[in-house]
């Protein structure tokens, strides 16, 4: 008997913590459509602050609005990360330098530790799918149809080799936020570098 | 007329002639007598001039009377008289105990030294090292220790007995092959070996067909494996492997329902019963595994020990299957203890993940020097018995209480004296 994978949204006190509501049903139709790996089909919301954060080793974490961590939300966070969680935050504003991502990067390195580029060879962009060049690019950067701002790669704070902090400003929450049956109109599942993340999550 | 001084001169000469002809006829006699005891010479306490003696002249038969336990050298050289063709016998003055000690290297990386001593009851046991007294048992008995470091050799001595042994430097630690669903446990499972220092090599299904790999894979053998740790059904192509793997030598944790797969059943400690939930809150208390689900070991296989149990019945059990070992764990989620546990969680999951390998991990010690085999003497009363035959029955006071040679030497000495001053004493009063 394994135990299923539950897909869980960080609740935090400051900031918009729920902008994403459709991301998690979307990444769960996706670990069930292409993997074997047993998965709760409903997700969960589990407070930073609380001790229930330790039943989820993997906790999704978005928003738009400048991020501020309690002391127990800092705390917690850090104990999480000792103990082999892996938290991955997507700003959900696709900025260099804004509010969301400032705010999160200070305390990503305030409660965690600094956060460092990920290499385009890092094995999470290979685990499931093959990604040779690095996270995928979303609609939001792409010249034509974005901003044509492209975040190259990804941050990442690490406990020893393993990833403790994935950090995206590439907006992953808009990418993969709509209804799991609208991916019938995708001629790419865009969420499959979603896959990975979990997947390497479950595996590293 | 002869004076009184004259009268005692000459009656001292008389007493010095007597004593030279009753010396004379003492080294006649033991010059024709047959040897003590038909024909054996028996030596007590320390054989040093004995040995050399019965080296130049070996006896009818000899008997060697310890205080102690002789050491090495000693044992070896009766026991190569013995090979020569001179029989030996032996006793002891009093009851010599009987202890043996080995100091081994756990199978774990980065382990520690761990000394087992076993003594008999009764006698004071000391142990120590190079750098002086470790423990002191009272009584005897037996004590087993887990040392960070050893100081040169190990000894462990009573009042008749010196036990030694030079710990081995290290085990030969193959990978651990961790198999099974890409999941929590198997990612944590990981983690913690990995962290103990293990090499770690995986296969986690992910889909049908899919597997995420990491380290050395290859075919599940001694060569390359020192143990596999099966978590879950998805090692069901690789079970028969894994059980001829266990029975040349190798080591498996058949975790949670993993011993149901149908080629590893038969080497398991036993059948996959009911899954008992854990009490609630119990992860982060002092007793943290009762605080998680598992499944009792049912039944039992006779030759089976059970670890740990819970409610009567065991979730934690090992059992020798032909050269090598298998350990069966009702826990299939014990990443919640590492997880939610108390603060010393994580030490505590690394540790009892790496202690269940390291009971069934395949770990050939590596040989010593061969200078090391001269100091080594693990258990001395086996090894007397081994080398010269249980001890004799033979009557030790027959045993001549100084050496023969000095006794003849002593003999000589006052022939030559007593003739001497009798001689002296004739010609200074003017006799022949």
């Known amino acids: ?204 | 007329m002869r004076s009184r001084v004259d009268g005692a001169r000459r009656l001292a000469e008389l007493v010095l002639r007597a004593t030279a002809l009753a010396a004379l006829a003492a080294l006649l006699w033991r010059a024709m007598r047959p040897p003590s005891a038909a024909g054996a010479d028996v030596a007590r306490g320390d054989l040093g001039t004995a040995l050399a003696r019965w080296t130049a002249a070996p006896p009818t038969e000899m008997r060697a009377v310890f205080d102690a336990t002789p050491d090495p050298l000693t044992r070896d050289w009766l026991r190569a008289l013995a090979a020569a063709g001179s029989p030996v016998r032996w006793s002891a003055s009093r009851p010599l105990g009987a202890a043996a000690v080995i100091a081994e290297p756990s199978a774990e990386p980065y382990g520690a030294t761990r000394v087992r001593l076993a003594a008999g009851r009764g006698e004071p046991v000391t142990i120590g090292d190079g750098a002086g007294v470790i423990d002191t048992l009272p009584n005897g008995g037996g004590m087993e220790l887990e040392l960070a470091a050893v100081s040169g050799g190990v000894r462990a001595a009573g009042a008749t007995f010196a036990a030694t042994t030079i710990a081995r430097d290290s085990a030969l630690l193959r990978p651990v092959l961790v198999i099974g669903a890409a999941g929590w446990e198997a990612k944590f499972t990981i983690a913690a070996l990995e962290e103990r220092g293990w090499r770690v090599a995986a296969r986690l299904r992910v889909a049908p067909g899919v597997e995420v790999t990491q380290g050395p894979l290859g075919a599940i053998d001694t060569a390359r494996y020192s143990a596999v740790v099966a978590l879950d059904s998805t090692a069901a192509p690789l079970a028969g492997a894994i059980a001829r793997f266990v029975r040349d030598g190798g080591g498996a944790v058949l975790a949670g329902s993993a011993a149901r797969l149908g080629a590893v059943a038969p080497i398991a400690p036993g059948g996959v019963g009911r899954r008992v939930p854990g009490v609630a809150g119990a992860v982060a208390s002092a007793t943290p595994r009762a605080g998680l689900p598992a499944f009792v070991i049912t039944p039992l296989a006779s030759d089976a020990v059970a670890l740990e149990s819970r409610e009567g019945a065991a979730v934690v059990a090992a059992r020798r299957v032909a050269a090598g070992r298998a350990l069966q764990s009702g826990y299939d989620d014990t990443w919640r203890w590492r997880m939610a546990g108390g603060d010393g969680a994580v030490v505590a999951h690394r540790e009892w993940w790496s202690q269940l390998v390291a009971g069934v991990a395949y770990a050939p010690l590596l040989a010593r020097s061969s200078t090391a085999h001269a100091v080594v003497d693990e258990a001395p009363r086996a090894a007397l018995v081994a080398a010269l035959g249980p001890p004799s029955a033979f009557d030790a006071r027959l045993a001549p209480r100084r050496d023969a040679a000095r006794t003849t030497r002593i003999l000589f000495t006052l022939v030559v004296a007593s003739l001497l001053l009798e001689w002296s004493s004739r010609r200074f009063r003017g006799a022949r």
């Open chain 1, 1 to 204: 008997m394994v135990s299923e994978f539950v897909f869980a949204t960080a609740q935090y006190e400051s900031g918009d913590w729920d902008s994403a509501p459709l991301v998690p049903a979307n990444l769960i139709d996706s670990v069930a459509r292409y993997t074997g790996l047993p998965v709760a089909p409903a997700g969960a919301i589990v407070a930073l602050s609380s001790d229930d954060l330790f039943r989820f080793p993997f906790v999704f974490l978005t928003g738009h609005l400048p991020v501020r961590f309690t002391e127990a939300e800092r705390a917690n966070v850090r104990r999480f990360a000792d103990r082999g969680g892996m938290l991955f935050v997507d700003d959900h504003n696709h900025d260099i330098d804004g509010a969301f991502h400032k705010t999160a990067v200070e305390e990503i390195a305030r409660a965690v530790g600094p956060l460092v580029q990920l290499p385009n060879t890092h094995p999470i962009y290979s685990t499931f799918f093959r990604f040779p060049d690095g996270p995928p690019n979303t609609s939001h950067e792409l010249n034509g149809w974005g901003d044509n701002l492209v975040h190259s790669h990804l941050l990442a704070a690490m406990r020893g080799d393993r990833i403790a902090v994935l950090y995206s400003n590439k907006d992953y929450s808009s990418e993969w936020g709509y209804h799991p049956d609208n991916k019938r109109f995708l001629s790419i599942d865009n969420t499959k570098f979603g896959v990975n993340v979990i997947v390497y999550a479950l595996t590293r």
